[in-house]
């Protein structure tokens, strides 16, 4: 199994920038892709940014040209920094890796959650 801690949350003002960090323990050899989602109070948790082992990427329209993504796989470490942060972009900010168990069958593991707030 894995486990996941996110850190690097907190109160910033808008415009501002913040890199969040979460570092994967226990079988990380199983992970594939690794990423951030978000959850606003009253709204589903959606997805920010992923990331392949290979490198590959996506993005949420909402934060493309903002956020960067990154992974350190000798770290186990996947990161994401916020540029221009917006009150909008206020939330808890969850790490998710994706862990292959065969082929055709994988678990999503959740860390616990960061929580990011921007000032107007």
């Known amino acids: 199994q894995v486990q996941l801690v996110e850190s690097g949350g907190g109160l910033v003002q808008a415009g501002g920038s913040l890199t969040l960090s979460c570092p994967a323990s226990g079988s990380t050899f199983s992970i594939n892709t690794m990423g951030w989602y978000r959850q606003a109070p009253g709204k589903q948790r959606e997805l920010v940014a992923g990331i392949t082992r290979g490198g590959s990427t996506n993005y949420a329209d909402s934060v493309k040209g903002r956020f960067t993504i990154s992974r350190d796989n000798a770290k186990n470490t996947v990161y994401l920094r916020m540029n221009s942060l917006k009150p909008e972009d206020t939330a808890v900010y969850y790490c998710?890796?994706?862990?292959?168990?065969?082929?055709?069958?994988?678990?999503?593991?959740w860390g616990q959650g960061t929580q990011v707030t921007v000032s107007s």
């Open positions: 998710n890796a994706a862990v292959s168990v065969r082929a055709g069958l994988k678990y999503d593991y």
